[in-house]
């Protein structure tokens, strides 16, 4: 149903403003956009019914100590969603999708320290899990946060947008901030009223709280929306092998293409990964030969269609 919806200036202009600033105020939207601010709110509750919308508080785990990792696994066609839809019901596993004609599984996971093989060894033991890489991300060049395809409006508008930018420290979290940062994993613009409801704190200390956690980028705002819905019907993942000395320039250049959602150097056979969303095939094709194969420096290049979401954010 969602890949049927269609969008029109408005809907892109609230999109972007809230890829600029999840939380923002539907009255700050509507002032940009020349609408009412009732508007902006009807549209926002459509998209998230007919098209799959929603925004997600992120929290960043390398500030608790977690590493971040990216996983490929091989299968045989009937385990493949029974287990990625496994994975995707765990907490620290993100962007959960089936590939290459459902024989491959590729994710994300945030794991703390001494915990790296848990996940790997609760995967079914059995002949239908054909083989497991993990791969450690060592460097991110581009974030899903960051994607080009959510882009609408002008930089004028974009910057009576923005948030302040957060600093990176490390602020004590208590259990109440993990109950706050828990609800805002499923709803990043639950109300501060519903928020304060649903623990033990008051409305004003919710509000308090959430300031410290996103200034201190504990927590940031993601739009989570399919990428069909924005007309990207084609999205795959590229492995791709560059020699050491060039692997920050590569990764560099991949993130200025405006078809990538996510680019980062990581360990194991190939060292450089990425995800990128095209209109069609056709649009795909052209950006691996011309965009990609300008790229001198990669030495190998390995790609799978994605076929499925599980999970994303």
Known sequence: M?????????????????????????????????????????RYRRLRAVAGLRVVGAVNGV????????LRLRCTPDVALPLAKALAKRPDVSWVHVMSGGAEISCHAQLPPGEETLLLEKLPRSGRVLGVSAHSVLSAFSLPSDWSGLRFLDEDQASRLR?????????????ADRALLELLA??????????????????????RRLDILRHNGIVSYQVDIPAAVLGFGTQARLWMTVPPH????VGRRLAEHEETSFVAATTGPTNLVAVVACRDSGEFYRY???????????????????MRTVKQG
């Open 2 to 42: 969602a890949e049927s919806v269609v969008l029109d200036e408005l809907d892109r202009g609230l999109l972007h403003a809230l890829q600029l600033d999840g939380r923002i105020p539907f009255a700050r939207v509507a002032d940009v956009l020349g609408v009412s601010e009732t508007t902006v709110a009807r």
């Open 63 to 70: 500030l608790f100590g977690r590493s971040a990792w990216t």
């Open 163 to 175: 948030p302040p930018e957060s600093s990176v420290a490390r602020v004590e979290v208590d259990g």
């Open 186 to 207: 499923g709803d990043g613009r639950m109300p501060y009223a519903e928020l304060a409801g649903r623990t033990t704190l008051g409305e004003s200390t919710v509000r």
């Open 246 to 249: 060039a692997l920050t320039e």
């Open 288 to 306: 691996l030969t011309e965009r990609v194969g300008a790229l001198r420096k990669i030495t190998s290049l390995e790609t799978a269609v994605l």
